[in-house]
């Protein structure tokens, strides 16, 4: 009992929009009304799944999903000719610490959809303690939420680089209302059965062949809108770090970008719980994080 009162003293409260009340004033639902439902539901459904979330984490000493990944180092740079959308690159100038990871599979490359975390910093050396001011942005080989049973079937689960990662859902992004996230790499390194097999193997001797260009796009979240480059992101060192320690949370939002809607929501109980049962799980252990260049031999 004290093990999960650790944790459910973690968990965030509910949101405080009170749509039923809107709903009885109003007698219909408008736009902010259901923004206030999808808050609401979405809480909820964290809520009850945290608990499984919870043991899960405690069991496995680790997150549910997203177990263990490979953690880079790299910065970032403005690109764009449109003011707004070049501005909103801006803010994530700096450096930044990504980390690609598989859903469920710890070592195996079998069928499943990849992430790719990223933490936007002005921090001179990586951490797994977050700095003021940092922004979290949590990708993955899920377009849109409906789809994510089906995306391992459209993942190229073998290769970490020839993917394409998405936000899934919107984020809030003044003055450009909200917005779609898309990362890509801007080309795909020259791979062959002697640089490796897999696609840890194969993230590595990209890092090799000079610094692994990505492209951070963004478009109105609205159907029919195209994907614009706002930055480049360029990743050059592998980093080492304490798995169970580094922790990317969708609500780390200081560079002014907020994640909205259901699913976001949603995850606010269940990465609570995860990060506090494994903290549970693992005690006071920490470790310092190390960066490897990528022309380092091994």
Avoid at 34 to 58: C, D, E, K, N
């Amino acid at each position: 009992m004290h093990a999960w009162q650790s944790v459910t003293a973690h968990l965030p409260h509910a949101p405080r929009e009170n749509s039923l009340d809107a709903i009885a004033t109003t007698g219909h639902v408008n736009t902010m009304d259901t923004a206030s439902w999808q808050r609401a539901s979405g809480w909820i459904a964290g809520a009850l799944l945290a608990p499984a979330v919870a043991v899960g984490s405690f069991a496995r000493r680790a997150r549910v999903f997203h177990p263990h990944g490979s953690v880079l180092w790299g910065h970032v740079t403005a690109v764009g000719d449109d003011a707004a959308w070049r501005a909103l690159g801006g803010r994530l100038e700096g450096n930044v610490m990504a980390r690609f990871s598989s859903a469920w599979w710890k070592w195996h490359d079998w069928p499943d959809v990849l992430g790719c975390a990223l933490r936007f910093t002005d921090a001179a050396f990586p951490s797994v303690d977050p700095s003021a001011g940092d922004q979290d942005l949590l990708l993955a080989t899920v377009r849109v939420p409906l789809t994510t049973l089906l995306a391992p079937l459209a993942t190229r689960f073998d290769d970490f680089i020839d993917n394409a990662y998405f936000g899934v859902s919107p984020f809030a992004a003044p003055p450009l209302g909200r917005i779609k996230l898309r990362v890509r790499a801007l080309q795909t390194p020259t791979t062959d059965d002697a640089l490796g097999s897999s696609r840890i193997e194969k993230l590595e001797a990209a890092l090799r062949q000079g610094p692994l260009l990505l492209s951070l796009e963004a478009r109105p979240a609205r159907v029919g809108t195209r994907y614009v480059p706002i930055a480049t992101i360029a990743l050059i060192d592998q980093v080492v770090v304490d798995q169970a320690q580094l922790s990317f949370d969708p609500f780390r939002s200081g560079r002014g970008i907020t994640p909205v809607g259901f699913v976001h929501m949603m995850r606010k109980a269940t990465y609570a719980a995860s990060r506090s049962a494994r903290a549970l799980a693992r005690g006071n252990l920490r470790t310092t994080p190390r960066r490897i260049s990528a022309n380092a031999k091994t």
